[in-house]
């Protein structure tokens, strides 16, 4: 269990250092992020795109720069056959998926701590009636995409197909994260209703599920 | 009783054997890429292993490697049955590849400190720095491998694949894009871990190079091994006369 977790981490931190280091994906993503709030927004129109409409743009924005993180983490890998050194080691594949999902974790939340400001800037909504249930809710939302979009990212990079093929694999699969979050929020900020039902037990559920299935086939789908 | 000694001096012959493979097959897509080779590497030798693109050398390396399960047939290292879980084994293992396999944004010291580390040893800092004088890359040991040429990024992989100590060296194509310096350091380097007692299959295609270097030569055509012997005794010509059937 220590070798795991210490593991994990060295792996996260390698994912975190070279990122640091080449800039190439999070200055990608959130300008990528802050393009799509302005340019939804605008398309949207003045009274549109007031309040609630920002949930929905929101996650498009986080949707998109998820996805975009997910294809750069894994093109690390790729490079120069680096995955394979890594599966050379006395490493369990699920070490490798939960490290890569964490470090992509990391990086869309880095995402969101820059979008949601501008987001709820620019649409005006009102943020402060519940900002931890917020916080809890995207937290979750975030957790079950990038589950699969780590999954489906290291399938679909071994493939000739890598470049926008990630987005159609991940973005039905995630829908239900998308319809429940966005319910619930309408529910608390809209309708002034308290966290929990269904809504917040698709989402736990949903996470429960992807990572854990995502954690035990990645043995299976991952080619050096 | 006469049964348990015979059973005991077997499984002592096999564990003086690194590799042991009986029958081994590997299809893929329908595809034969190794077709029922059978071949025993005693420890300490070095091997090398020729045939022509698409002979199935590299795949033969991700088998021996564990990158890749076999299709069939029976593959032992050091006497014990290969598994692809077993991390003992792989420890036992470096592959050093005409991939790098390195991180191109991190420097040489961090990249085998990382994989020391991944491997467990805890004398990763001071193993990494004893391997990079050793391929002459101490004074560039903090500079991202990015900026490497192929000579000294092939030494770093080298250097990655040493780090956990192996007992078995898989060198497929090392001197592939290097130029004769680099060639003669990788050479050298290969031939004093064959003299501390490593056990190194070279995949090549140089021939003269190959039986130059190796003690034994593995040759396969088309997935079949068709050449297995000495390199005293056999010529580059005859090598390439099997390589090309």
Redesign the interface.
């Known amino acids: 269990m220590r070798?795991t977790l210490?593991?994990i981490l060295?792996?996260v931190g390698?994912d975190l250092?070279?990122e640091a280091?080449?800039r190439q994906t999070l200055g990608l993503v959130i300008t990528l992020g802050l393009l799509i709030v302005v340019v939804l927004g605008l398309g949207l129109g003045a009274e549109a795109a007031k309040g609630y409409s920002a949930m929905a743009v929101l996650w498009v924005a986080y949707l998109f720069s998820g996805v975009l993180c997910f294809e750069k983490t894994m093109a690390?890998e790729r490079?120069?056959?680096?995955m394979?050194?890594?599966?050379?080691?006395?490493?369990d594949r699920g070490v490798i998926y939960l490290s890569k999902l964490i470090a992509n974790l990391l990086m869309m939340l880095a995402v969101a701590l820059v979008v949601t400001p501008a987001g709820v800037l620019f649409f005006s909504f009102d943020l402060s009636a519940a900002p931890l249930s917020f916080a809890l809710i995207m937290g979750l939302g975030m957790l079950g995409v990038a589950a699969v979009g780590t999954l489906f990212a290291a399938v679909v990079s071994s493939t000739r197909l890598a470049g926008g093929l990630l987005a159609m694999v991940v973005f039905p699969v995630v829908l239900p994260v998308v319809i429940a979050s966005t319910q619930l929020m309408l529910g608390i900020f809209r309708d002034g209703k308290e966290l929990g039902g269904t809504g917040l037990a698709v989402l736990i559920a949903f996470d429960v599920i992807f990572v854990t299935v995502s954690w035990l086939v990645f043995e299976w789908i991952l080619e050096? | 009783m006469r049964s348990i000694e015979r059973s005991t001096s077997a499984q002592a012959a096999a564990a003086e054997l690194a590799v042991h493979a009986r029958n081994l097959r590997k299809v893929i897509d329908d595809r034969v890429i190794l077709d029922d080779l059978g071949f025993a590497i005693p420890r300490g030798r070095y091997i090398a292993l020729l045939g022509a693109n698409g002979a199935g050398k590299s795949t033969l390396m991700r088998i021996l490697s564990m990158l890749t399960p076999p299709s069939g047939g029976e593959l032992s290292l050091f006497g014990q049955p290969l598994r692809s879980t077993s991390a003992g084994m792989r420890r036992r293992i470096g592959l050093i590849s005409h991939q790098a396999m390195l991180y191109r944004d991190l420097s040489p010291r961090e990249n085998l400190r990382l994989f020391g580390k991944l491997y467990g040893m805890r004398n990763a800092d001071q193993r990494a720095t004893q391997l990079l004088q050793l391929v002459n890359l101490a004074d560039r040991a903090d500079d991202p491998v990015k900026n490497f040429s192929r000579g000294m990024t092939q030494r770093t992989a080298i250097a990655r694949a040493l780090m956990h100590d192996p007992d078995l060296i898989l060198a497929d194509e090392p001197f592939a894009g290097l130029d004769a310096p680099s060639t003669h350091t990788v050479e050298l380097l290969l031939d004093a871990l064959n003299k501390s007692g490593r056990t190194i299959l070279l995949a090549n295609h140089d021939i003269e190079q190959s039986l130059r270097l190796a003690q034994q030569v593995l040759v396969l055509r088309r997935g079949k091994l068709v050449l297995d012997c000495p390199s005293s005794q056999v010529s580059a010509a005859e090598v390439l006369k099997e390589i090309g059937g």
Request: net charge positive; hydrophobic share 45%.
């Open positions: 070798t210490s593991q060295l792996l390698k250092r070279i280091r080449s690390v490079h120069e056959g680096a394979a050194g890594l599966l050379l080691a006395p490493v050096p």
